[in-house]
């Protein structure tokens, strides 16, 4: 790695807790800031209306008696009119929750059951927020609707690490396996209609690009991997990370050609690279203790990682 691209943070926002995982809404809020979401052992909502300082508002903190391990915004996240927040997190008791405030009295958590083991990462349809997707170690992807009933289920051949729903494709659903395999699910018939393999195991997260979308980036071992859905089942590129395994990546909503990985935490501290499909080497190198947790801000080449009592937040450029 070149020694001059690594930095520290740009902005660094403690916090009361560990952070397992941090989420930018994509979705516009309706106000000049965008919503930020992060959990712990107990949790947090906040805005950030000034990037330049990165400046905080505690919108509302949920106190959840359980540590919050995935979450996902809903669309219907609003500050404009009448203010609402809702969002859906997975906790290792293998539950969903479905919380939604109006910033004043309004307050309602609703515990979604089914799933038999971990949930790995859940995502909103990206439209109306109407349903929710899952998927989890049981080897299925589950898909809910508000009221907690399960409407689709998906069985799957090894345990599903990452699920995807596209704004600009909103019947289908992507789903990557643990064994190597990302597969696009057809939502009115239920049937698989496109699988992608990495050609190695295990896959450990996977994102299908928001600006473009025959995107998807993967990682497994310790590679970074990228498709062409229209070209081949088979990743167009593929490069090494990081040095030990990389645990997770995230497109920027911003620029199709800009991605960030991070490696497992290791002893001391957890990698976190930004890439640019321009550049063979990354454009940006950073590391966090214990970092956890990977998000970039819908409209900026803005991205955070959770840490122990922290937020670190790198800009880099576009």
């Known amino acids: 790695m070149q020694d001059d691209s690594s930095r520290s943070p740009t902005h660094t926002v403690a916090c009361e807790d560990y952070v397992h995982v941090v989420e930018f809404s994509p979705f516009d809020s309706g106000a000049p800031g965008s919503l930020l979401a992060y959990g712990g ?45 809702r969002f859906c997190t997975a906790s290792p008791d293998r539950k969903l929750r479905l919380l939604s405030s109006d910033l004043q009295d309004r ?3 609703k515990v979604m059951e089914g799933h038999s083991s971990y949930i790995n990462q859940l995502v909103f349809e990206p439209t109306e927020g109407k349903r929710i997707a899952s998927v989890s170690d049981d080897h299925t992807c589950r898909v809910w609707d508000l009221e907690g009933n399960e409407t689709i289920t998906f069985r799957l051949r090894s345990p599903g690490v990452a699920v995807c729903w596209h704004s600009e494709e909103i019947y289908k659903l992507m789903v990557a396996e643990k064994r ?5 699910y057809d939502l009115t018939t239920q049937q698989a209609i496109l699988s992608l393999d990495c050609g190695h195991s295990p896959l450990m997260a996977a994102d299908w690009c ?10 497994a071992g310790s590679d970074w991997l990228i498709w062409d859905i229209t070209r081949s089942s088979y990743p167009q590129e593929k490069r090494p990370a990081h040095v ?6 995230k ?6 050609k800009l991605f960030a990985t991070t490696g497992y935490p290791g002893k001391m501290s957890s990698q976190l690279l930004i890439h640019h499909l321009g550049h063979p080497q990354p ?23 959770g840490g122990d009592r922290k937020l670190l937040f790198w800009m880099t450029e576009m």
């Open 244 to 249: 030990d395994k990389a645990r997770l990546l």
């Open 41 to 85: 052992n107990q949790y947090v909502v906040e805005e950030d209306p000034e990037v330049e300082g990165v400046e905080f508002t505690v919108l509302r903190a949920f106190h959840l008696d359980v540590s919050v391990d995935a979450l996902a915004w809903s669309p219907e996240s609003r500050l404009d009119r009448l203010p609402t927040i």
């Open 180 to 184: 190597g395999t990302i597969r696009f």
């Open 210 to 219: 928001l600006a473009n979308t025959i995107k998807v980036g993967a990682v």
């Open 251 to 256: 497109w920027s909503p911003a620029n199709e």
């Open 283 to 305: 454009v940006l190198v950073g590391s966090a203790t214990v970092g956890a947790g990977l998000s970039w801000h819908r409209t900026l080449p803005l991205c955070v990682i």
């Open 107 to 109: 307050h309602e958590v």
